[in-house]
């Protein structure tokens, strides 16, 4: 069974910046795109980034190119999302999830984490 734990959530000020982590369980996480998304309140999951396998390709929302990237350490099985300038906009619950092959639709993750809150206040 794959686990995916998310934290580094939080509440900070417009212009911040946060780092979030996603550990992962297993000895099969090199083999594995990851992706991030983010779900607000009353809206749709939509997806934030996404990372191949070995780090050599990525995948960003075309609203969050320059502000967001997204990075992993295979032999830490971790995956991160750097996020700067932060808007408000940007409040949302964010999930990390894996997927075979490197994609933006939420339909080809497998399995996902339980999220974690990043409030942006302005």
């Known amino acids: 069974q794959v686990q995916l734990v998310e934290s580094g959530g939080g509440l900070v000020q417009a212009g911040g910046s946060l780092r979030l982590s996603c550990a992962a369980s297993g000895r099969t996480f090199s083999n594995y795109a990851m992706g991030w998304f983010r779900q607000a309140p009353g809206k749709e999951r939509e997806f934030v980034a996404a990372?191949?396998?070995?780090?050599?390709?990525?995948y960003y929302a075309d609203s969050r190119k320059g502000r967001f990237t997204i990075s992993r350490d295979n032999a830490k099985n971790t995956v991160y999302l750097q996020m700067n300038s932060l808007k408000p906009e940007d409040t949302a619950v964010y999930y990390c999830a894996r997927s075979i092959n490197l994609t933006i639709q939420p339909g080809g993750y497998d399995y996902w984490g339980q999220g974690t809150q990043v409030t942006v206040s302005s």
């Open positions: 990372i191949s396998w070995s780090g050599g390709r990525t």
